[in-house]
């Protein structure tokens, strides 16, 4: 999440999170396609799942409020597809293909969904952790014009460490075409007061998984 529209956590005026009893997994025929073909784009390795977020947060504010949860996934998907080349505005339109194009150079068939595996993310440390279970730590308070995974209500705030959870690619460093650049990652603990004030629900505690460039010694 980057300071945009995307970053909705804590923000007034949205209203309460409305659940859906016995929600299904898809609502509709097409958002399943438009999973479908998210997954289907990511044996090419074009771009990782962190661009992918990016994409979506670098929608227009009122294009973003106003679309579903799955819309926001085509709308990004159809801006990587446009990024890389793999196809024009003008096919986009039309909802079909206009002209030769060599990318991408391989086809997804129906039988490699059976081998459609995650990728990973961990990575080889460079060093040791800064921090253990039990330390207290402060967020840093950055506004990154880029992708971020800090998000804007816990910057500037101070919690303890509750676990180590290992050496990852970095998201911020990823998505913005710096590479990999492991980092190590933490979950942290904010008591709910911290975070949303006094009246914060009482004995509300709150996680979030922070990257060791996110927090600071105490």
């Known amino acids: 999440m980057s300071n945009s529209i995307h970053d909705m956590g804590g923000m007034h005026g949205f209203g309460p999170v409305e659940e859906e009893p016995n929600e299904p997994v898809f609502h509709t025929k097409w958002e399943s396609r438009v ?4 997954r289907a784009m990511g044996p090419l390795r074009l771009w990782t799942i962190d661009e992918g977020r990016a994409a979506q947060e670098a929608l227009h504010p009122a294009v973003y409020a106003n679309a579903s949860y799955y819309q926001r996934w085509l709308l990004g998907l159809e801006a990587r597809a446009l990024q890389h080349g793999l196809v024009t505005k003008n096919e986009l339109a039309a ?25 990973s993310f961990d990575r080889e440390p460079q060093g040791e952790p800064v921090f253990k279970a039990g330390d207290n730590v402060r967020t840093l308070n950055i506004n990154p014009p880029g992708h971020t995974r800090l998000p804007r209500y816990a910057r500037d705030k101070i919690g303890e460490v509750e676990a180590v959870r290992g050496c990852h690619v970095f998201p911020d460093s990823v998505a ?4 990999d650049d ?6 942290v603990v904010f008591d709910g007061q911290t975070l949303w004030g006094a009246d914060a629900e009482p004995g509300l505690k709150i996680s979030i998984e922070a990257f060791e460039p996110y927090i600071e010694a105490i």
Do not use: C, S, V
């Not at 909802?95 to 990728?119: M, Q, S, V, Y």
């Not at 913005?176 to 590479?179: I, M, P, Q, S, W």
């Not at 492991?182 to 979950?187: E, G, R, S, V």
């Open 182 to 187: 492991p980092q190590w990652l933490y979950t």
């Open 95 to 119: 909802g079909k293909a206009l002209e030769e194009n060599d990318r991408p150079n391989r086809i997804f068939k129906a039988e490699d969904a059976a081998n459609l595996t995650r990728a």
């Open 35 to 38: 999973y479908a073909m998210n």
């Open 176 to 179: 913005n075409g710096k590479g």
